[in-house]
């Protein structure tokens, strides 16, 4: 079995442009890690050598449950670096949806707001620290079990994220610390997530381009569920995405309250039965003007209202509160009379 320093190495669970990772046992202290190789077409250009320890280093300074343990860098015997990890056993978001969609299960919107409340803590973990991520994508994203003191991301019955999964972040390879100075000479990032910033070379970069990433995968993810894009949730997402840079939400706090607001507003109503009713619940109370529920009844999809008096329903609870108050008027008028 191929051993990478005192590791046991089990298996390879990822591969990229710059560098390979395999999952290990660690014989001495008993516990499985996440080995991060650079590759040999890297490993010996300066620059990205530098870059692969200043993973480290930024992986180091944030220190947050929020992103993957950095536990040392050592180095091969041919002189390529590598990195000890922490193992997220749960593999990634990305893996998740394949999963998902490997046997023909569609998340909801509730998966989708747990994953924005917990995609909004992580980046405000990392921003907070003054590092900006420069490459959010499912893939990045790993699930483990909550950190202590930590509570779960997920929920009982959750598809996307289990009752006890918890999301944090990984691979900081184009991170950046937000204080350099140094410009950017080329452009950085996966197309399909990527700020248009990043794209421009010299363009200064902060925490907006995360929060557009995050945006572009939240999308995917609503895009996955079998239910219709809320309009205040794609409002919200396109002010994570603005084109204009300055537009957009200016931290992910903000992000991340706006965007878990919408898809509150975007779930069923709370329901109750009737007695009578033969078919089905109905809801509690109207929605809001601008909060229309996005999730049917199975038994009795409900059609849209054609205005606020257009069915027979509205138009009897309207002639009997007009009755009502009417009632109401007389016996004022006879009291008062009365009294004089």
Do not use: C
Request: glycine share 8%; no cysteine.
């Amino acid at each position: 079995m191929e051993a990478i320093g005192r590791f046991v190495v089990l298996e390879r669970i990822g591969v990229g442009a710059h560098a390979a990772v395999y999952r290990a046992e660690d014989p001495v202290l008993d516990q499985l890690v996440a080995l991060k190789v650079l590759s040999a077409n890297v490993a010996f250009d300066p620059d990205g050598r530098a870059r692969f320890i200043k993973e480290a280093r930024l992986m180091r300074r944030i220190d947050s449950a929020r992103t993957a343990k950095v536990y040392d860098v050592a180095q091969l015997p041919d002189g390529r670096p590598y990195l000890v990890l922490e193992l997220a056993e749960r593999g990634t978001l990305d893996g998740r949806l394949d999963e998902l969609e490997e046997r023909g299960t569609a998340i909801t919107v509730r998966d989708v707001r747990a994953a924005a409340a917990a995609l909004g803590a992580s980046l405000a973990a990392i921003h907070d620290r003054g590092v900006v991520h420069r490459d959010i994508k499912p893939s990045n994203i790993l699930i483990r079990p909550p950190a202590d003191g930590h509570p779960p991301d997920g929920y009982p019955g959750g598809v996307l994220l289990r009752d006890d999964d918890f999301l944090v972040l990984t691979d900081f390879g184009l991170a950046k610390a937000l204080e350099s100075t140094r410009r950017v000479t080329a452009a950085v990032g996966t197309p399909a997530y990527m700020a248009p910033e990043q794209a421009a070379v010299g363009a200064p970069i902060d925490g907006r381009a995360d929060i557009f990433a995050a945006s572009a995968v939240i999308a995917e993810l609503l895009d996955r569920t079998d239910e219709p894009r809320h309009p205040r949730v794609g409002a919200a997402l396109d002010r994570g995405m603005a084109r204009n840079r300055d537009d957009r939400h200016p931290d992910a706090r903000t992000w991340t309250r706006d965007l878990v607001a919408a898809l509150d507003g975007s779930l069923a109503p709370v329901t109750v039965f009737h007695p009578g009713d033969p078919v089905a619940p109905r809801p509690a109370a109207e929605p809001a003007p601008d909060v229309v529920p996005v999730v049917q009844y199975a038994q009795e999809p409900v059609a849209p209202r054609p205005g606020l008096l257009g069915g027979p329903v509205m138009l009897a609870v309207f002639a009997a509160a007009v009755l009502a108050i009417a009632i109401a008027l007389v016996l004022a008028y006879d009291y008062l009379g009365g009294a004089r």
